[in-house]
């Protein structure tokens, strides 16, 4: 496989964001494109990922190519998906060997209307969306079989709440009143609005870029059925066909950005992965406190680069999912080593 | 700028084309409106509620659809306080996943009860069809506690 690294990231995200999506993009592209100092002309693919039902219209990533400067022509394409997939693209790319360098961006905009009415009629249109359960709703299914089943313990649900700072510690945790029984609001994840912006380089170039790129080693993503009762409500098993693709297993990670909107998921992710439960280094930024549909992933992986670039770890994981119940999973390994 | 001046039009969100919903989902539709639940038969036996065209597992073409019952068990639940808009209940009641009898695979829908303390995993509820049935999923007004829909 041809040795593709992250060279650059930026990102931001707000709970309530008054720019619109270019005005969001615009600085964070920029700022990726100076800080490896290419121009949109010497990036060979850009590749993006947000939500046309969030934005409410047909192709609005369309609209966001302004951010970008699509004069003179890009070759570009566009995944209806987290950010995390778009990179996906891009790597599959950088491997058939027609580019060198890449631009992947993702965004997510939800405070202008309601992020659970978007993720609702992303159920199926004939059994369930029609009973429009909410997202809290759907995981909190998961989260009782897997209380009831002792899979899993309160105690790991406050344990992951204090760790991502939705409270201070257990009492506040248990103080709280429920929100979708059994859950709490420290359980379920605050939605932001935000977006993510990176450059991604082949072996040769991106040595020029960065001092010390974030080498993708390992990169797969599966899904399960979207069928809610053909699926064991205790295991993920994309998750773990994903991550024994990526080779997440073959070495010790130093720090695991995982993608886990509700403490139940991130619970039951790291029994899955064998992650531990209370890592010693964990994300400085939990997708609990600032979940940005369409870019949480990607935010992950920048994260992940992020933590190889300042030598604060050495070999990372970022794992993105996407749909009711984790249905999709991707897992990236990255590490300072080519390997 | 005053917010009445502003120029403003209204978004409608649609999606104007119709679908057939085809064999399987189709017979099941058409079921319900017979007020019977139909599952389909995967090759290891088992049968799969509300059924797919295929096997969400295997990915094989599922063809031999059977009736199953109408009366079943709580697999997991859900209190829901505050319904949705949307929602096609506007009382608090309970999402959980059902198991129906000589099914396989459990799937959502409400049980009405009137308080979270009345719900159980493990406890049995029959389906309450809509006086009108039209094949769509709405046709079972929800699950109730087994004994209270024979009362």
């Known amino acids: 496989m041809r040795k593709v690294a992250i060279v650059s990231a930026a990102s931001r995200q707000e709970e309530k964001m008054l720019d619109n999506e270019v005005e969001l993009m615009v600085p964070l592209i920029s700022k990726v494109r100076e800080e490896t100092g290419l121009d949109q002309t010497e990036i060979g693919f850009t590749c993006s990922g947000s939500s046309d039902f969030l934005a409410g219209q047909a192709f609005s990533f369309v609209m966001t190519l302004d951010a970008v400067g699509p004069v003179p022509p890009i070759s570009e394409s566009h995944v209806e998906m987290d950010g995390a997939w778009a990179l996906y693209e891009t790597w599959v790319k950088f491997q058939m060997g027609v580019i060198d360098t890449a631009l992947v961006y993702s965004y997510g905009k939800p405070s202008p209307g309601s992020l659970q009415d978007v993720l609702s009629t992303q159920l199926d249109p004939y059994y369930v969306a029609p009973l429009w359960p909410d997202a809290h ?126 403490t139940v998921h991130d619970v039951l992710l790291r029994k899955e992965l064998n992650l531990p439960l209370n890592p010693e280094k964990s994300s400085k930024n939990h997708p609990i406190k600032a979940e940005t549909l369409m870019a949480s992933g990607l935010l992950r992986i920048a994260e992940a680069a992020r933590a190889i670039w300042d030598q604060e770890a050495n070999r990372t994981l970022a794992h993105a999912t996407s749909g009711p119940l984790m249905q999709q999973n991707l897992m990236c390994v990255l590490s300072g080593e080519k390997e | 700028m005053n917010p009445e001046e502003r120029l403003s039009a209204p978004i409608v969100l649609e999606y104007p084309f119709t679908r057939t919903t085809g064999p399987v989902i189709g017979a099941f539709m058409t079921g319900l409106r017979e007020k019977i639940i139909l599952g389909i038969k995967r090759d290891d036996g088992t049968v799969l509620v509300p059924p797919t065209e295929y096997d969400p597992v295997t990915s094989k073409a599922l063809t031999e659809m059977v009736e199953v019952g109408q009366t079943g068990e709580v697999t997991t639940w859900t209190w829901v306080e505050n319904p949705r808009d949307q929602s096609p209940w506007d009382s608090p009641h309970a999402l959980a996943m059902i198991l129906l009898d000589g099914s396989d695979t459990p799937f959502l829908h409400a049980v009405l009860v009137e308080e979270p303390d009345h719900m159980k995993t493990g406890m049995r509820v029959s389906i309450k069809w809509k006086k009108e049935t039209e094949g769509h999923i709405q046709d079972i007004e929800g699950f109730v506690p087994e004994k209270e829909n024979h009362a």
């Open chain 1, 137 to 262: 709703a759907i995981a909190a299914l998961q989260a009782r079989h897997l209380l009831e089943k002792e899979e899993i313990s309160l105690q790991h649900l406050a344990d992951c709440a204090v760790r991502a700072g939705t409270v201070e510690n257990h009492e506040e945790y248990y103080e709280q009143q429920i929100l979708a029984d059994p859950l709490r609001p420290a359980d379920c994840p605050t939605y932001a609005d935000g977006g993510v912006a990176m450059i991604l380089a082949a072996e040769g170039k991106a040595e020029e870029l960065c001092e010390k790129p974030a080498w993708i080693t390992g990169i797969d993503h599966r899904i399960d059925t979207h069928h809610f009762g053909a699926r064991n409500l205790s295991t993920i098993p994309s998750a773990k066909k994903a991550a024994e693709k990526a080779g997440v297993h073959k070495a010790d990670i130093d720090l695991a950005e995982i993608h886990t909107a509700y």
